[in-house]
């Protein structure tokens, strides 16, 4: 049966032979002269005759370990390992670097990734609709304290668009109040006891909604949205 060898056994003195006692004595006087190979040999011979035959492979690998030209083989490849490494990282960093024309390249395409994309139609008249309920709430707080809508004689004119549209005396009653919805002003007609307020849409309203006859430019082109109301 073949005993593999875990390393250099400990002198047992009470139970080891002549031979062996002597072999180790042996081994001692080498260790106290430097010399790691006589410890190995004669300890592998104690083994060997202590517990049997020692394996191949367990007395090769003890050897090669031993050997001075396995280790500078082993040396030689962990160095070319590390060169290696260290001009991946050099050659990395190199080729990392931007020029700032290359930097502002970047950031453009990035800042174009990453734009706000074109919102869908129904939200965007979803969101019209929610301006001029607002507008229509401000009206009724407006008759509420004066008895009246804000008068344009019954014609119709922007909202707020203008510093003396009548439509601007609804701030004091909501200063958050949007008059446009980012490009087309919102539009607003009153005799004082009657409204419309009209928008453009990007969908066609449903039918029964009351607008005006005659549109002005900006919105006779397309489809609007209007909403009406009348005094208490």
């Not at 006692?21 to 002269?33: K, M, Q, V």
């Not at 005759?49 to 030209?69: E, F, I, K, L």
């Not at 979803?126 to 004066?146: K, N, P, Q, T, W």
């Not at 007609?189 to 309203?205: F, H, I, K, M, P």
Request: glycine share 10%; aromatic share 6%.
């Amino acid at each position: 049966m073949c005993h593999r060898v875990r390393g250099v056994p400990r002198a047992r003195p009470q139970r080891a032979s002549g031979l062996a006692e002597s072999t180790l004595n042996f081994g001692a006087r080498d260790a106290r002269a430097g010399s790691l190979r006589g410890l190995t040999r004669r300890g592998i011979a104690y083994a060997g005759r202590q517990s049997g035959p020692v394996c191949a492979d367990n007395t090769h690998m003890m050897g090669s370990y031993q050997d001075r030209w396995y280790l500078g083989s082993l040396g030689a490849l962990v160095g070319i390992i590390v060169a290696a490494t260290a001009l991946l990282l050099i050659g990395s960093s190199s080729t990392g670097a931007e020029s700032p024309a290359q930097a502002r390249a970047t950031e453009t395409t990035l800042v174009q990734a990453t734009a706000t994309p074109a919102a869908d139609p129904a939200t965007l008249d979803f969101a019209r609709a929610l301006d001029l309920l607002a507008v229509r709430e401000a009206l009724s707080g407006y008759y509420a304290e004066f008895g009246a809508f804000p008068s344009t004689d019954g014609a119709l004119e922007t909202l707020c668009d203008r510093a003396d549209d009548a439509g601007c005396a609804l701030r004091e009653f909501n200063a958050e109040l949007s008059f446009n919805d980012g490009k087309t002003p919102y539009w607003y007609a009153s005799d004082g006891s009657l409204y419309t307020l009209v928008a453009r849409a990007e969908l066609e309203q449903p039918e029964g909604q009351s607008c005006p006859d005659e549109l002005p430019d900006g919105l006779s082109s397309g489809p609007v949205m209007c909403m009406t109301g009348e005094g208490d």
